[in-house]
């Protein structure tokens, strides 16, 4: 009898994560066996946690919070998308390489574009935030070629390097939350930490165009401070990010094991069982 694969998530904290729940979803759908555990990682331990669990045969990781830039330091060969945004979210070995790579964007614009149906391609977009989040989908985000993409957060100067660090790939601009005041955008996304105090970032009201739409990187089992603010701005759809969360996990089980598990009906299943 052989042993199924072993796959695992690290984070710091980890005990919420819905990581091993899609993955045995995403198992059982395929036909597959595999094990997918949560293991509390933190930063100091990480290198010795990933060869510990290379040493025991483990195939491939994810990284979550906080441990996406270590992860990006750790691997000896990164994707492309990786590279550009300085951060992996998963692992694999390959021969005796460990191989990086980001599938944050990807799963984002999957959940955005496929299963919501929205168009990024000439549409206004507002990014709140310029921590790790947003470093990882910039890059898939500039590349639907949106008429203007703005970065605000509560640190300037953090939006500015960002803009710095993509500005090649696509025209970006920087503002603080009080000069958003007078401005419209087809599409707002959420990636500021402050929704884990239960706060939004201090927006001025009118920012959502008609038409508009609100989408936050988090996501939990009640509707999230940004996702409700979206709904009393007159959203036309205001929502979490749990489908990105399916969806990044789905392009690991794909670089892991070939095969890209069917995401829609596993998304319905999680929404309905919070
Ligand atoms: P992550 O990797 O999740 O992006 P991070 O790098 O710590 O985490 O970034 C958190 C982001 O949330 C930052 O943009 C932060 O703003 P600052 O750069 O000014 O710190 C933002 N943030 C955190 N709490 C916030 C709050 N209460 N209101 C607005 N923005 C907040």
Known sequence: ?????????????IAHSKSPRIHQMF????????????????????????RSFQAGGGKGL??????KELAFRLAD??????????????????ETQLFGDNTDGVGLLRDLTTNLGLTLKQRRILILGAGGAVRGIL?????????????????????????????????????????????????IINATAAGLKGETPPLPEG???????????MYGDQ?????RWGEAQGAKLSTDGLGM????????????????????EIITQLRHSK
């Not at 994810?62 to 441990?67: A, E, G, R, S, Y």
Request: with cysteine; hydrophobic share 40%; net charge negative.
């Open 77 to 94: 060969q990164l994707s492309s998308r990786a590279e550009l945004s300085g951060a992996v979210n998963t692992l694999m070995w390959r």
């Open 27 to 50: 198992a059982r759908q395929l036909g597959d066996e595999i094990i997918y555990t949560a293991q509390d990682v933190p930063p100091d331990c990480f290198v010795v946690a990933v």
């Open 139 to 187: 890059g898939p985000i500039l590349m639907q070629q949106p008429s203007q993409i703005v970065i605000a957060n509560r640190t300037l100067s953090r939006a500015e390097e960002l803009a710095q660090r993509f500005g090649h790939l696509g025209r970006l601009s920087t503002t603080n939350f009080i000069n958003l005041a007078g401005s419209q955008f087809d599409l």
């Open 62 to 67: 994810n990284c979550t919070v906080p441990l």
């Open 207 to 217: 920012l959502v165009a008609a038409g508009g739409c609100c989408y936050d990187l």
């Open 1 to 13: 009898m052989t042993t199924p694969d072993h796959y695992a998530v690290f984070g710091h904290p």
């Open 245 to 264: 969360l399916v969806e990044q996990a789905a392009e690991a089980y794909l670089l892991w094991r070939g095969t890209r598990p069917e995401t829609k």
């Open 223 to 227: 509707p999230t401070p940004f996702v």
